[in-house]
Every structure is written in structure tokens, then in C-alpha cells.
């Protein structure tokens, strides 16, 4: 018997794989999850808390003790929600906390969008897509959504944050950021988002009659 059909969108900050994840839900009517949210969620409750994000396993107490109704919180959106995720999700303890929680969410029709969707979360989803795009353009589009959240922030440093949290999430040993073996590269660089919505429409019908007839 065939599982569920599930859409795993993985990538980098600010690669546009958000918007597409949404959008792709509300095309196909199904429920989307974004898991940076949770580890975002996790970074900013621990700083909240007066806790080392170095702290295993005080962050990982942390972990397990987030539920849903706690994400609607506008402070896990800042930049600095993104670079506390980046730190707190490095430490095992805090993605096995996690685990859970996004593999419960996988077992219904859905789109996940993360940094380890289709290799380690929901590697059985028979739609994989991997959205990147240029580190300059990726912090180009971040730079504007920090100046319209009212961050004074400059292009450089958030260039300079891209590229760190490009190189902690890739270069961790637990559930490093990388495209599954079998995932659809979606470069949006060059692309508007209506664009790249598009074309992940388009890979996520091919991946879905494959599906149906399997």
C-alpha cells in the first residue's frame, strides 16, 4: 500500500522555498509545515529564557516542550530568529526532539519545506524538490523583507549571514543540508516567485502521476 502524497521542499535561506511550499499547498488543498519555524521557535524561546544556544540540553528541554499553538509569535521571523534556528538546530538532541512532531505531520497528505525534508524527515515522499538560488540573491531578497519588517539592517551583513548559515547548515553532522538523491534541483534565481511557483507546480505533477501509477 502506498503512503500518503507528500510534497518535501528543501533548500536554503531565502532560496523562496517558503512562498512555493505555500503555494503549492494551497494548490493541491493540503496542510503545509514549515520546520524552520520550530527551530526558530526553539532559538528565540531559549534566548528568551536566558539559555546558552550552546546548551544541548537545555535547549533540547526546550524543544520538547514546543507545541503548535505557540508559532504564531511575529519574533521568530526577525533576522535574529534565523541565525538563533541555524545554532540550536546543529545540536542532535534538539532535531531528535523535533523529529517527532514533522514525521507525525508526514504521515497525511501534505507539503513539508525544510533543510532535511527528503532525506531525513519524509524521505519516502514521492514529491522532492530542492529550491535554491545565488547566496547574493538569496540575500538580496532577505535584505528587502527585513527593510519591510522595519530592520535596519544592512545588504552586507545579511550577505554575511547567508553565507554562515549556508556553511553551519551544510556542514553539521547531524542531518546536514543537502538535495536527496532523488530530489528536483529548482534554481529561482533568475526566476519571480510566480515563476518558480510554476515550475514547482510542474515538477510536483510529473512526481504525482509517477505516483498514481506506482
Given amino acids: 500500500m502506498k503512503g500518503p502524497f507528500v510534497i518535501a521542499v528543501d533548500g536554503p535561506a531565502a532560496s523562496g522555498k517558503g ?4 503555494r503549492l499547498g494551497e494548490t493541491y488543498g493540503v496542510p503545509v509545515l514549515d520546520t524552520g519555524l ?4 526553539v532559538g528565540v524561546l531559549a534566548e528568551r529564557a536566558g539559555v546558552d544556544l550552546g546548551d544541548e540540553v ?12 505557540q508559532l504564531d509569535d511575529p519574533g521568530f521571523r526577525t533576522r535574529g530568529a534565523g541565525e538563533a534556528a541555524s545554532r540550536v538546530a546543529v545540536h542532535p538532541a534538539v532535531r531528535a526532539a523535533l523529529l ?13 519545506d525544510g533543510r532535511d525534508i527528503g532525506t531525513v524527515i519524509a524521505p519516502q515522499a514521492p514529491a522532492k524538490l530542492y529550491v535554491t538560488a545565488s547566496a547574493e540573491i538569496r540575500a538580496e531578497r532577505r535584505w528587502k523583507q527585513l527593510k519591510g519588517q522595519g530592520e ?28 536527496a538523491d532523488d530530489s528536483v ?11 518558480a511557483t510554476d515550475a514547482a507546480r510542474r515538477i510536483v505533477e510529473a512526481a504525482r502521476a509517477r505516483w498514481e501509477l506506482s
Wanted: without cysteine; glycine residues 4%; proline residues 4%.
Fill in 185 to 195: 534541483l529548482l534554481d529561482t534565481s533568475e526566476m519571480t516567485i510566480e515563476q
Fill in 152 to 179: 535596519a539592517v544592512s545588504y552586507e551583513d545579511v550577505l554575511a549571514d547567508i553565507r554562515k548559515r549556508d556553511e553551519r547548515d551544510g556542514g553539521r553532522e547531524n542531518a546536514p543540508m543537502r538535495p
Fill in 19 to 22: 512562498t512555493i511550499a505555500t
Fill in 58 to 69: 537545555a535547549v533540547a528541554a526546550i524543544a520538547q516542550d514546543l507545541h503548535a499553538g
Fill in 100 to 112: 517527532k512532531m514533522q514525521q507525525d505531520f508526514a504521515q497525511a497528505p501534505s507539503v513539508i
Fill in 38 to 41: 520550530l527551530y526558530r521557535a
